[in-house]
């Protein structure tokens, strides 16, 4: 068996009950090496072009990497792939905490639900030993109150609960999945999938840690890894002040996505990393075996709240500036709420911010909105509101399907920001020309961290791998170089995705195949792991061909590419066509099916199954 | 000749009035380069033990480096050096804008000024002539009408203008030189050098460019470093929010002196760069062919202020958090008339936040103070401080000769957070532990600019030569290892000193030593320039032994030495002993006498000197 992994993969069909193990698929895991990755190749064989993300037959993949469990530092994250209810195109979403770790002590590197349960249930596996509960009593408990009763009742309170809230309960489409206290696997609408099986929960525990191929070189990697994170700027920033930190440099920047993405500029100075430690901070916390901790523990004594996890940048994007509020409270409480009740901040706060815009604009009245008139800046309305869309209330009911569904509903498709059905996430492709692309041709969608390509263009590069983010005189040119460094910056960060490992680990290309070989005991280098990394890549694609993926869904949204007239990003469009042009070109793919051309299918060895 | 510079140097006698030219020592060049380098192997033939730094007989110096004028980015600065009047030991100090170029485009890579001018003069060096001419009519100008009134009489509104305000003329001991606006040589008090000399201003213009020993590698080496500057995260953020950028980081990172070093935490969120931009900002401005550009413009409606230079880091926490202020515009405008006046902002904030300390403590009374009550969070006090002391009025008259001259008066020696006479800059070694061994030895003393390790503590390193913030866990942690990195950071900052390279240019060594080569047509590698900065930094050591340098000079102030209770740094002290131990030894310096050892004098190429 292959190292690095527990080598057991665990079946859950919820129709039947019946639980099976199998071994990984060895061949798989050399070629997408894990999380996303190998998921992606799983869930090929399993959906066709009809499969509902909400009926039994989609198939819903918890899954870890080779380096999950290990000492290495930033690999506490786990990932949870299925077909997106949001999009109807690839979901996937991670999460960080100890859940990861523990489903490897658990005794399995990932486990593939299917069916769907016709009662509440949650699934336990503990020391390689699994089984569904009965979860009638939990069913309508929001996210903590489930942790809690869950370790409880299993009598394991180290355990890790992932699990939803009543928006995955009710299937709202922009539901998440929380785990670890307040720790969100938020994005593309997973929460949903679950409250579709009516599986409420899944708990992990046990003691078995992943073998080494060559501990003492692994221990090696390890150590320097944890000396580069230690010395490495960006990382002591988040350290010193969460994601949070850049609230005011991005909006320096012209980044943060202000009233609807029509602003380019707010007073941010009451939403730093900064003014949350003179606020609301009790303390810093870091996922497992993490030296960065950029997490935060808050107190909130306005709203009664003892402890909560502090809001993240796109939190305090999505439910602050984006409706020009700068009340950090109340946007943590907002954030707060979120994690109760099992909704993605960054999907919430956007629709939430698009139903103001299209208040403000006349295409929504009173009458739509249960009488609640919408406004910019007002936090006790989105307070309201994240109750009314977690209930299914009255125009929550609307809300909580997210913006395409609203546009759709009131005939606003095009001013939607939104890629492939998922919301835009906190970056605006005005202040960094780069995002333009990756956000219009990521797999999931809108999304900022398939390719967090603003921050190389703030300097975080991959030499190493020849990604670079020249040349350039600006970060708000559009170029041909920029649409091909954009296309590697995606792959590389593919890898980090199957590994899995955290984005803010910016380690050398060579120390993280390194920490990757030694692990499982494979020869690869960093040029063919980049390679590698285009292969999941495409793999994903393939998934995405398969629901009827066409080149117009890769796309930026109309309000992306109107100016702001004011803020660090005034007056700069990107080229999309330009970029999109070469980058099509430069993946293989053909621009007028969106399909990968046979060239590059056979060069990835992908070409039997396309 | 060597190329890179003019080759030439003015010699202007003020007492005679005699003005020559004389070639540039081609031996100090190779082994001192430029800069303050070359100053102080010049500055050691003409001085004594007894040298009066406000005497006719202390030599001013005003220089340039072998890249200044020269395309190469962030090579604007040059720098002034003479005896201190603030320390009595070595005085340097540097600035940004034109002034530099402009001094060599009027033919010369320095000038040397001694003697004291019978009435106000000021020096006018166009095209390779020089003159004196009368400055009575400017005597009493502030700074900003001294340089426009020369310009309208020399009739070169491109000249660049070096001058005094009223504080220079009166002699006070924290006294800055002001040119190019609001840029400042602020530190060591050489405002008042000038003064002593009845020495208004400089004005130098001219057409000569510096010669390139090989301009086509010159040229190459210049897009590389224009190239890796645009894509530094570091120069990017002072590019997006000006020094400033670092109010809140640094005080989370319990940084930013506060409460006269007293006070580890404050609300700085009206004090960071993003707040600037919301309230005062204008424009951004950079130095001659900075591609960072730093600066700042704003505008002050309260104050009437139609433009000004913006509050630089170590103005916002020297006239703001020092004094528990929170206050912007009026930091701002405190900063401004410090440039009007002429005075050293770090040195002026430091000296009034020692003023309160001491109010505060009773170890001043109203009788001292004018009747005025000191007393945190005064603004306006401030304001009417920085006036008193510019005209040497009253209470302002004892303040104008700094922190030191203040403690010996009211005998509270043991309290006065000075290094060597210096006010210790605005950088908490509590904070960074490497910045105690720093301060505690920097030639000039309290000084954050020989070596800014602060950064290396952050992550700015330079892996080519092996300087190395690490190994250590944490940035407060005191050890040998860290001593040595500190010598070798001090050693590499001089050569930045040296060229005059500004220190947010985080260039490569070899790129460096590329853009020195191809200008000079020297042959020298990045260790053995490495070596003459070693050399450079122990020759500035020698000038100060004949000063009556003793090892107990090498010190930190007890008040930093005294945890903090709160903030970023609490409960920290930096191990001085332990590092200055390892300091001293490394250096190849004499525990007791404070001398260089035999054996560091013959390796440095020292020994005929000492």
Known sequence: MVTGYTGKLLRVDLSSGRITEEPLNEDYAQAFIGGSGLASRYI???????????????????????????????CGRFT??????????????????????????????????????????????????????????????????????IKEEIQEPKASIACIGIAGEKKSRIAAIINDHGRAAGRTGLGAVMGS??????????????????????????????????????AQMFRLGGTAIYTDIGMMYGDVPTRYYTQGDFDVSNLTGGAMEETILTDIVGCYRCPIACGRKIKLDKYGVSEADGPEYETIASLGTMLLIDDLPGIAYAGHLCNLYGLDTISTGATIAF???????????????????????????????????????????????????????????????????????MHDPRAFSGMAVTYATSPRGGCHLNSDFFFMEMGVEFPELGILSSPREQWTESSKERAQMAARHQDWRSIYDALVLCKFANLPA???????????????????????????????????????????????????????????????????????EEYYRFRGWNRTTGKLEKEKLQELGLDRLA
Request: one cysteine or more; charged letters at 20%.
């Open 355 to 425: 139903a103001v815009y299209l208040f403000e604009k006349g295409g929504l009245s009173l009458a739509d909105t249960d009488g609640v008139e919408l406004k910019w800046g007002d936090i006790d309305t989105v307070i309201k509101l994240i109750e009314k869309i977690a209930r299914r209330e009255g125009f929550g009911s609307t809300l909580a399907d997210g913006s395409l569904s609203l546009a759709r509903r009131y005939k606003a498709e095009e001013s939607a920001v939104h890629v492939k059905g998922l919301e835009v996430a």
């Open 197 to 234: 099986k009516q599986l409420k929960a899944i708990a992990v525990s046990g003691n078995a840690r992943p073998r080494l191929a060559a501990e003492e070189s692994f221990t090696q990697a390890v150590r320097e890894a944890y000396h580069i994170l230690k010395n490495d700027m960006t």
């Open 44 to 74: 090929y064989d399993m959906v066709t072009t009809s499969t509902d993300p909400l009926g039994a037959e989609n198939p819903l993949i918890f899954i870890t990497g080779p380096l999950t469990g290990t000492n290495a530092p930033c």
């Open 80 to 149: 949870v792939c299925a077909r997106s209810p949001l999009t109807g195109f690839w979901g996937e979403s991670n999460s960080g905490g100890i859940f990861g770790p523990n489903l490897k002590f658990a005794g399995y590197d990932g486990v593939i639900v299917t069916g769907s349960s016709p009662k509440p249930v949650y699934l336990e596996i503990s020391e390689g030993k699994a089984g569904l509960r009965d979860a009638s009593q939990l069913w309508g408990q929001d996210s903590y109150q489930t942790q809690v009763k």
């Open 510 to 580: 060579s120390l993280i195949t390194g920490l990757l070989n030694s692990a499982t005991g494979w020869y690869t280098t960093p040029q063919e792991l980049l390679k590698s990394g285009e292969r999941i890549f495409n793999m994903k694609r393939l998934v995405n061909l398969k629901f009827g993926l066409k080149p117009e869904d890769d796309r930026l949204p109309s309000l992306l590419l109107e100016p702001l007239a004011d803020g660090g990003a005034a007056g700069n469009v990107p080229d999309i066509n330009l970029m999109l």
